[in-house]
């Protein structure tokens, strides 16, 4: 039995994601043949070369040509016009540098100068601007990619997939579909863990169900379970699209029995496999409920043999690792994450002797020293015991990982960690209101989440902060109690992120919003796969004044670090973070604050043009546009935005 296991874009590619390779070191033992596949790493490797963006370049340049020809310009031929004017010096550049900024990201003297690195970074985010641009309306980062109407419907998933309008078109045309035809896989598994990688999923899934007829197409992941658990009956029949079947909950047994069942011949019924999604003749599609979570202690370490472990786009190589599973608090209000119903997961450990064996045996394996402690939320008494048990083994390693600030950190708790590894912890501390902590159902006060930064930075290791606005009910001086925070315990925060709350469906408020001061919760009519989640507060918690008085304030209190965006140095919980706080220091990022971002490799001296003012206007019509549809007739089609983007005014010459 050989099985293909392929993460699609769009994600991080300076270090490999966990799934693939547990779910190999799951299923070979088993004697399961397993392939896997870095589609995400090898798609955008496909994409960011010179010969891709010259092409890129001249469609840029060719198409507003075009679009300037005509007397006058609709709403959507202003917004692609406008994206393309955006990127035209960046098209121009970027096929010169991108080189360049590849070989810093992966060169270690070059990564560690700090002007080279925000160049390369410069370079490679224009590049994905460029991409973006040139299959407008796509927005595309390594976080995302999304277009306006994206998951709605079939035919719009179809359109989607169309070769004009997918980027990675070429990679599964000339890279992607050989390499599975030599391979001639039985079965052929998409790891869909983000909600950036639903939309190339079903992409590559239609184009290879037409490729490969005769093999059997599984999907699986967090994020499409937290698709297909919202759906019953034809609704769910109709997500599977292309797809044969589905896994759901945690894939190491479900994916062992398909595989077994496919084996046999002729195969095995399909139905009696627990947590596997099929289409079924009366009630459209279903599946038997079986244990979402499985047995930590049985599943050996992850084997990453088969990954490009090479081309990653770092200096050097951070294995991501799963000591646990699950979240041991469970509680917050907000959290909907993982491989779970509702909630999140069950907690489970590995045994700590069984922990320290895995990351030896992978750090000579493998000749790196870099991990990312992977899971939802370690409990600090497992950490503390295998930091200690780390140290005994001698074992030079360096990870971060994701905590919950616990008085049981204390300093000389903290001190053990450092000693067995720790570089970064970041810390889930939400807001710094303690009534909206208490809604939240945290279970910490801010006094107790500021000890344990002070006992973190103490020991040498850095300290992140994670927080978010606009938990519903929050008022405007409770935002700004967060920023406070951060500004008032600055000299020990090495980094931070204060984000937007985002209602998910699982989640406690999404369940019962009324307990959590909201008037209502929506899906829109025509999104047929229910990806979208609004809500209404009873009370209108803050005015317009005061959102762009917290946007000021938060951009002030950022300009005390270097922030990035996720994956770059200066973004949390990132192998290029972990480097940098490996060689320069828990301080870098503040030490760092206020340099220049960086310019784009390649670069060449040019006026604009265009005045892009005029231009410009097209977006707010384009928000107004989608709030119409989302709040107002809550229904969205195609049709409807064509009606209105039909009322608004051409921009003549």
């Known amino acids: 039995m050989k099985l293909a296991l392929i993460y699609p874009p769009a994600c991080d590619p300076t270090a490999p994601y966990p799934a693939l390779p547990a779910l190999a070191g799951f299923l070979r033992p088993q004697g399961i043949e397993v392939l896997p596949i870095d589609a995400n790493l090898d798609g955008f490797l496909a994409l960011l070369q010179r010969d891709p963006l010259t092409r890129l370049a001249g469609h840029v340049e060719r198409r507003i040509v075009s679009l300037r020809r005509r007397r006058a310009l609709d709403h959507q031929a202003q917004l692609e016009l406008l994206a393309l004017l955006r990127v035209r010096g960046d098209a121009r550049a970027v096929p010169g540098g991108i080189n360049a900024a590849l070989e810093i990201l992966r060169t270690g003297e070059r990564f560690y100068d700090p002007g080279l690195y925000a160049d390369a970074v410069a370079t490679v985010s224009a590049a994905l601007r460029v991409v973006a641009a040139a299959h407008t309306p796509l927005q595309l980062d390594f976080t995302a990619y999304r277009t ?165 786009l770092s200096p050097h190589l951070l294995l991501p690792y799963d000591p646990t599973r699950g979240c041991y608090w469970g509680r917050c209000a907000f959290c909907h994450y993982g491989l779970a119903a509702t909630g999140t997961a069950r907690y489970r450990e590995r045994a700590v002797d069984t922990v320290v064996e895995h990351l030896a045996a992978l750090s000579a394996r493998h000749h790196t020293r870099f991990f990312y402690l992977s899971q939802d939320s370690v409990a600090p008494a497992m950490l503390c015991r295998l ?23 204390t300093v000389e708790r903290c001190q053990g960690l450092r000693r067995g590894g720790a570089v970064a912890c970041s810390l889930g501390i939400e807001s710094a209101s303690p009534r ?91 999104d047929e796969l229910g990806t979208a989640l609004f809500f209404a507060e009873r009370k209108t918690s803050k005015r317009g004044r005061e959102r762009v008085q917290l946007e000021k ?101």
């Not at 699986?220 to 698709?227: D, E, F």
Request: proline fraction near 8%.
């Open 148 to 312: 306006p109407f994206a998951l709605t419907t079939p035919d719009e998933i179809a359109r989607d997939a169309d070769p004009a309008r997918n980027p990675f078109d070429d990679y599964l045309t000339h890279d992607l579909i050989p390499r599975l035809r030599q391979a001639r896989p039985d079965c052929i598994g998409l790891s869909v863990c983000f909600p950036g990688q639903l939309v190339p999923a079903y992409s590559f899934a239609r184009k290879l169900r037409t490729a490969f007829p005769e093999a059997h197409l599984v999907a699986g992941g967090p994020a499409i379970t937290q698709v297909l658990l919202r759906l019953r009956g034809p609704a769910l029949a109709q997500a599977l699209g292309p797809f044969d079947s589905a896994v759901v909950f945690e894939g190491e047994h479900t994916l062992l029995a398909l595989c077994r069942a496919l084996s046999e011949k002729p195969s095995r019924a399909l139905d009696r496999i627990p947590n596997l999604v099929l289409r079924e003749p009366v009630l459209g599609a279903r599946y038997l409920p079986g244990p979402p979570a499985v047995d930590l202690h049985t599943l050996p370490a992850p084997d990453f043999d088969g990954l490009p472990l090479d081309r990653y």
């Open 387 to 409: 930091a200690d048990a780390l140290a005994r083994a001698g074992l030079d390693l360096r990870w971060g990982t994701d905590l919950r600030p616990e008085p049981f950190l």
């Open 436 to 526: 909206v902590l208490r809604l939240i159902d945290k279970g910490i006060t801010p006094t107790r989440a500021a000890t344990v930064l002070r006992n973190l930075a103490r020991a040498g290791i850095a300290a992140e902060v994670m927080c978010f606005t606009d938990f519903p009910t929050e008022t405007f001086a409770e935002a700004m109690m967060t920023l406070g925070f951060v500004e008032q315990h600055a000299p020990h925060i090495a980094a931070f992120i204060v984000g937007q709350f985002e209602l998910t469906h699982g989640s406690r408020v999404a369940r019962d919003p009324t307990r959590f001061g909201l008037r209502e919760i929506w899906t829109v009519q025509g």
């Open 553 to 653: 304030a938060l951009d002030r209190l950022a300009s005390g670090w270097l922030l990035r965006s996720y994956p770059w140095a200066g973004s949390l919980s990132t192998a290029h973070t972990i480097f940098y706080y490996d060689h320069f220091g828990p301080g870098v990022f503040k030490k760092l604050a206020g340099q220049a971002r960086g310019r784009i490799l390649g670069q060449l001296p040019g006026a604009r043009a265009f005045d892009l003012r005029k231009l410009a206007r097209a977006e707010q019509h384009e928000a107004e546009i989608w709030h119409e549809l989302t709040h107002v007739r809550r229904q969205i089609s195609r049709h409807a935005y064509d009606e209105l983007a039909a009322r608004l005014p051409a921009l003549k010459r």
